[in-house]
């Protein structure tokens, strides 16, 4: 069955440095998202991606955030400048056409920010 | 303020007996709902889409309702096994195919 697939599983950095996380969704779908899990609480929603470009964004998703696809099957989430605060398990989800479809999910990467 | 509220942070129940868990939901008009198990370090995985036109949903053991009077959902898992035990979210979508969660509850499941 097609999955998501996340890289890094684990990311440990130092404050300030810059991170890529990676994604593969599954093939056919259009939707992509990013999500995190702040450890303990509950699962937010970054940014959603759709047709090549950011369709909706929270707030936690500040200048410090980008997402891009750079080719057919990578999605990435890069952030420029990491905080402490910035430690987490983000997820990456995708969807098929059609709004009413549901998320699937990948296995998440783990960020440490030291 | 939206604000979704999942019934407590733990449920205990026997082996073989039906779970159900609740998510209500405040300020908020879904498209439909979502539940998903998470385990602890894994990404969520999803179990069942109810759409906001929809009263019920099966899918083996599993029974969602979807109720936008009173904007609740109930999670009901019968026959319920050890390896049942999980956190299970609730996640409700909007018409830009975004998803909110709730905070999720721990169900353990006793032999």
């Known amino acids: 069955e097609p999955e998501v697939t996340q890289t890094p599983s684990h990311q440990v950095t130092q404050m300030g440095q810059e991170v890529i996380l990676r994604c593969v969704p599954i093939?056919?779908?259009?939707?992509f998202y990013w999500y995190r899990q702040i450890l303990g609480q509950k699962v937010e929603f970054l940014v959603s991606?759709?047709?090549?470009?950011?369709?909706?964004k929270s707030e936690i998703f500040d200048d410090q955030f980008s997402v891009e696809r750079p080719d057919g099957s990578n999605f990435t989430l890069k952030i420029r400048s990491t905080k402490l605060e910035d430690s987490a398990m983000y997820f990456c989800?995708?969807?098929?056409?059609?709004?009413?479809?549901?998320?699937?999910f990948g296995p998440g990467t783990r960020l440490l920010v030291l | 303020s939206q604000k979704i509220e999942q019934n407590s942070e733990a449920l205990n129940i026997q082996e073989g007996k039906t779970a159900t868990l609740t998510c209500n939901y405040t300020?908020?008009?879904?498209?439909?709902l979502q539940w998903y198990r998470q385990d602890p370090g894994r990404g969520p995985v999803f179990l069942l889409l109810?759409?906001?036109?929809?009263k019920e949903k099966r899918k083996e053991r599993l029974k969602v309702t979807f109720d936008t009077t009173l904007k609740q959902s109930l999670f009901h898992i019968t026959a319920s096994q050890p390896a049942d035990s999980a956190t299970y979210l609730c996640?409700?979508?909007?018409?830009?195919?975004?998803?909110?969660f709730g905070d999720g509850t721990t169900l353990t499941v006793k032999p």
């Open positions: 996640a409700l979508g909007d018409n830009a195919g975004k998803s909110t």
């Open positions: 300020n908020y008009s879904p498209a439909y």
């Open positions: 991606f759709y047709n090549n470009e950011i369709s909706e």
């Open positions: 989800a995708s969807k098929e056409q059609g709004i009413q479809e549901t998320q699937y």
């Open positions: 093939s056919n779908h259009l939707y």
């Open positions: 109810i759409r906001e036109n929809e």
